[in-house]
């Protein structure tokens, strides 16, 4: 149990378009789910709580204009990288608390390449 | 601030154990974690510690909590080619969802 699905596994675009990224809870619902960025070789960075049916909360630094989060229901949270450029380049993880309440996983990652 | 710091390499022979260090600054941290890394792939979840337990072990992993010093560490017995991967250590924010992650250590495991 306690499955988080992400999509796509990986994804290349041209500078300047627009990219969705999905995270879903396949077996469980999920009121939050958290986004985070990770840099070559560095650790994850949260990028964004995302919270069904309100705003997300962004951390400081990280452009929401920039960085669309959207938690339209109890299992599905996306992340849309707007006007992408090459600097957008990392890997991409969101995660969901678990049920047992402590701990969260996490899916399985989106490597974005924007050339 | 918070701030979790980790070795950033570890190479140890297939069958030795593997110990990976953690710092952690935040002492109002509720859980510990430990999460692997495969590459290309998401994080899995390898084992926690509640902040007022000492040690935890869990087959060939025992988690080490010392809260005196803020210092965590993972132990990996009869480490194998498998366990080759990087780990990175978290804690948990009092009152919030939030994760500290480590810098994570990259564990290569030499047949």
């Known amino acids: 149990g306690a499955v988080v699905s992400q999509h796509p596994s990986r994804v290349i675009c041209k500078s300047g378009t627009s990219v969705k990224i999905e995270c879903r809870s396949l077996?469980?619902?999920?009121?939050?789910m958290f986004w985070y960025r990770q840099f070559p070789k560095k650790s994850l960075m949260l990028m964004a709580t995302s919270n069904e049916g309100s705003k997300a909360t962004y951390e400081q630094g990280v452009e929401k204009d920039k960085f669309l989060i959207n938690h339209a229901s109890l299992t599905l949270s996306t992340l849309t990288v707007t006007s992408a450029h090459p600097e957008d380049s990392s890997f991409y993880i969101c995660?969901?608390?678990?049920?047992?309440?402590?701990?969260?996983?996490f899916g399985s990652g989106t490597r974005l390449t924007v050339v | 601030g918070e701030d979790v710091e980790q070795s950033l390499f570890l190479s140890v022979r297939e069958g030795d154990s593997s110990v990976i260090n953690c710092t952690y600054t935040?002492?109002?941290?509720?859980?510990l974690y430990w999460y692997k890394q495969e590459p290309g792939a998401g994080l899995q979840l390898l084992t926690y510690i509640f902040s007022n337990m000492d040690m935890k072990q869990d087959q060939r992993l025992t988690v080490l909590l010392n809260k005196k010093d803020k210092h965590l560490s993972l132990r990996i017995a009869d480490t194998q080619t498998g366990d080759s991967a990087i780990y990175f250590c978290?804690?948990?924010?009092?009152?919030?969802?939030?994760?500290?992650f480590g810098t994570g250590t990259r564990l290569k495991v030499l047949a």
């Open positions: 935040d002492s109002s941290s509720t859980y």
């Open positions: 077996d469980f619902q999920a009121t939050t």
């Open positions: 978290a804690e948990s924010i009092k009152g919030t969802y939030k994760y500290i």
């Open positions: 995660s969901a608390q678990n049920r047992q309440g402590y701990g969260y996983t």
